[in-house]
């Protein structure tokens, strides 16, 4: 079993800020960057990042993350290219399963993220559209030849949904927000980007009820919830934009989380296991933004590093 001082769990903004910080402590961190999970997170799937400061022309996400990468390789951070399958959190040292070896950690930083939902509409579970037209993400496949010229679908009315649709006008003849209500949840900015974007179209207080094709999605059915009508659309893809489930599953119950499934932290990141530490979008419900992420992977990288001290190991 190999021993760290601090191991960091997820390669998103949290993660890499609190690798930066701790290599620079000299805590030679050790960090999981995930294979089967997207390393990098969600800014893997985000096109321009335009509010996270220094970078006034905008940055696309993968950039984004390569530079946070870089910048903490720099520094000594090891990054692991595997999943954590496994931790345990009532052993000290706590231990930590990648699917190679199991480690030892005197202190974690868990910082895994959120993953985009998927609604459970017949037509589109697995087995039938899904992935045959039916996604949880327009920018990694909204470039697909069957989404050319068609009209294309996204359920959500948050920022997600209209950064979506707005992607997806490269592609789409025409692009449609189905909302379940009468007002957006987005930002003003984004609200403002799809309202007056020509290709996009809002179906207010609307949901998807049924997705239907052959060997690709053809037509969705529409039901607007107000008057109980249903319409059928031709359609060449539906887009999922409808919120985020915290990635907690690894650690079967071994923290207090909210009742959303969120990880509970108390003064800053601290969990309510000592020595485990909690940053990024798997302890925000609230704020949700990259730069957020960073700052709290920061405040975790400094608690740990205090907590070290205080434990007398380093
Ligand atoms: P949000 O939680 O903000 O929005 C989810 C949307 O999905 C809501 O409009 C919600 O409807 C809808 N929804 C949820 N469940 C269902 C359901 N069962 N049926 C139909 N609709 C449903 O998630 P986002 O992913 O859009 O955004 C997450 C965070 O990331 C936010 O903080 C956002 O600001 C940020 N973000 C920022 C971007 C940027 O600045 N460029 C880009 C993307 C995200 P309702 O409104 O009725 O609840």
Same mark, same amino acid.
């Given at each position: 079993m190999q021993k760290k001082s601090l191991i960091i769990i997820g390669s998103g903004p949290a993660g890499y800020t609190a690798a930066i910080y701790a290599a620079r402590a000299n805590l030679s961190p050790v960090l999981f960057e995930g294979f089967y999970s997207? =390393? /990098?997170?969600q800014l893997m799937t985000?096109?321009?990042?335009?509010?996270? =400061? /220094?970078f006034p022309d905008g940055i696309s996400g993968p950039e984004l993350v390569e530079r946070f990468r870089k910048q903490a390789i720099r520094f000594g951070t090891t990054v692991i290219s595997?999943?954590?399958g496994d931790v345990d959190?009532?052993?000290?040292?706590f231990h930590v399963k990648g699917s190679k070896d199991t480690y030892e950690a005197n202190a974690l930083i868990i910082s895994t993220g959120a993953s985009a939902n998927r609604l459970d509409i017949p037509g589109a579970r697995d087995g039938e559209f899904w992935q045959k037209g039916v996604t949880a993400c327009a920018v990694c496949d909204?470039?697909?030849?069957?989404?050319?010229n068609k009209p294309l679908f996204v359920i959500g009315g948050g920022d997600s949904a209209i950064e979506e649709a707005i992607f997806l006008t490269k592609f789409g003849s025409r692009v449609y927000i189905v909302h379940r209500?009468?007002?957006?949840?987005?930002?003003k900015i984004m609200q403002e980007r799809a309202l007056n974007h020509p290709k996009v179209e809002i179906l207010w207080n609307s949901v998807v009820t049924a997705v239907e094709g052959d060997t690709i999605v053809r037509s969705v059915a529409i039901e607007?919830?107000?008057?109980n009508r249903q319409t059928k659309h031709e359609a060449g893809g539906l887009f999922f934009a409808v919120g985020h489930t915290p990635?907690?599953?690894?650690l079967k119950g071994q923290l207090e989380l909210h009742p959303n499934g969120y990880i509970k932290v108390f003064?800053?990141?601290?969990?309510?296991?000592?020595?485990v530490f909690a940053a990024g979008d798997v302890q925000d419900?609230?704020?949700?933004q990259a730069v957020t992420a960073a700052g709290s992977g920061c405040a975790a990288s400094l608690q740990a590093e205090h907590w070290l001290t205080e434990k007398g190991f380093i």
């Open positions: 997207i =390393p /990098g997170g985000t096109t321009d990042v335009e509010n996270y =400061p /220094g595997e999943d954590v959190l009532s052993v000290y040292p909204g470039a697909a030849p069957i989404f050319r209500r009468d007002q957006l949840r987005a930002s607007n919830v107000l008057t990635n907690t599953a690894f003064k800053g990141t601290k969990t309510s296991v000592e020595g419900y609230e704020y949700r």
